[in-house]
């Protein structure tokens, strides 16, 4: 592709005047630099400049299948074609039954139900709203806190957001803060130097333990949380911590969502990693981006079987849950799903697999730069993490847009990288091979 000045000229142009971006700069609506992209072809996007990048964020954790694939264009067509929409509110289409039952068929423990939304802000929106109507419905008006932990990511909707644990997500937004109660981060890398990573576990779980204690678990109704929180830095949690987490809140009748809004189709391998990756069961499970690739705007929450049956034993078995959004359960985005997952079910998780394990010991080659404290993930999500000093781990003192340079060196070597302050963080499209794991990482290093 050959660089269009006056296309990139257009754009800039009519975006400064007239395109609020996300995360823009107080008065800026994004206007800064942003590079421009004219196409995508498998695991590559290309600049305005005509410069090829590997897509490393792959997009913004979506792109699961890779860019442009004949058979996701032919589908949405020929959906279109049939039926391009139709209510949700008192008619239904075949393609939305058809993905349910395969969502349902892979989610693990009795969850059997799905409801669809547009993304995974509303899929985290539509989880809490449901856990309000759940113990409206079973006379526990009181049990509606939230328990969420800092380095969260969560969504872009008032509530979801409220949730969000990221410090500079939230110093100049307001937030339902009533309904929030915010829990560590279990991040091990940044975990007290006194601790061992077994007595760190054993501290988060203690927090989460007396906390409960404290406020109560009848004014506790959910936990929400990604079991590798993912926007915060790819935070894996230690080994049996989500497990713990868990059994506390069965103990207590909280319900545990798992926020799989980046693990689920693909990123680690399975459908959902809650149960295939961390032997969890939880009450609901939300999910976007990889459903479709994001080839189409899609997201759901699959809810737990026990759940429903209460409803319909309790008292009012009439109580209308009150929720619904113009696009549930889209004809197109269902159907999108669909071949999404058939492309993943040939292989493509198998592929994912069988080359995480040399993505990710490539990637830790990374940790003899000086300028890199720790190298981490799993499957096919990771993170560069710099520091200014190895031992004190200390990133303060490094310029604060040092991932953002590194995304810069990158991007004029052929890597579009996600920066997050002083962390590079690396998720490409699940089709990459080997030899592109290899120049993805020679470029990080370069640019590094
Ligand atoms: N949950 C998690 C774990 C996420 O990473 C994101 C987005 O990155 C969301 C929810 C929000 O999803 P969306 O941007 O589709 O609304």
Known sequence: VQGDEALRKDAVEQATRHLVQPWPYAGSAGAEARTLIGEGDGIYITDDAGHRLIDGPAGMWCTNIGHRREEMAQVMYEQAMQLSYNTPWYTMNAPSAELARRIADHAPGDLSHVFFTTGGSSAVETALRFMQFFNNVRGRADKKLILSRGGAYHGSTYLSASLNGRPRDRDWMDGADDLVVKLSSPDPFRRPKSLSVEGFCDALVEEFRSTVERIGAERIGAFVGEPVQASGGVILPPNGYLKRIREICRANDILYVSDEVVTAFGRLGSVFASGDVFGL??????????????????????????????????????????????????????????????????????????????????????????LVGEVRGLGLMACVECVADRESKDPLELDKDVGKRIDAHCQELGLLVRPLINMCVMSPPLVITRSQIDDLVSILREGI
């Open 281 to 370: 069961d939880p009450d609901m499970i939300t999910f976007a981006k990889g459903v479709t690739s994001g080839y189409f705007p899609l997201g759901g929450v699959v809810i737990s079987e026990r759940l429903l049956e209460e409803l319909r034993r309790s008292n009012h078995p009439d109580a209308m849950f009150a929720h619904g959004l113009t696009y549930t359960s889209h004809p197109i985005g269902c159907a999108v799903a669909l071949k999404n997952f058939d492309i993943l079910e040939n292989g493509l998780l198998a592929h994912t697999r069988e080359v995480a394990p040399y993505f990710q010991s490539q990637l830790r080659t990374l940790e003899d730069l000086p």
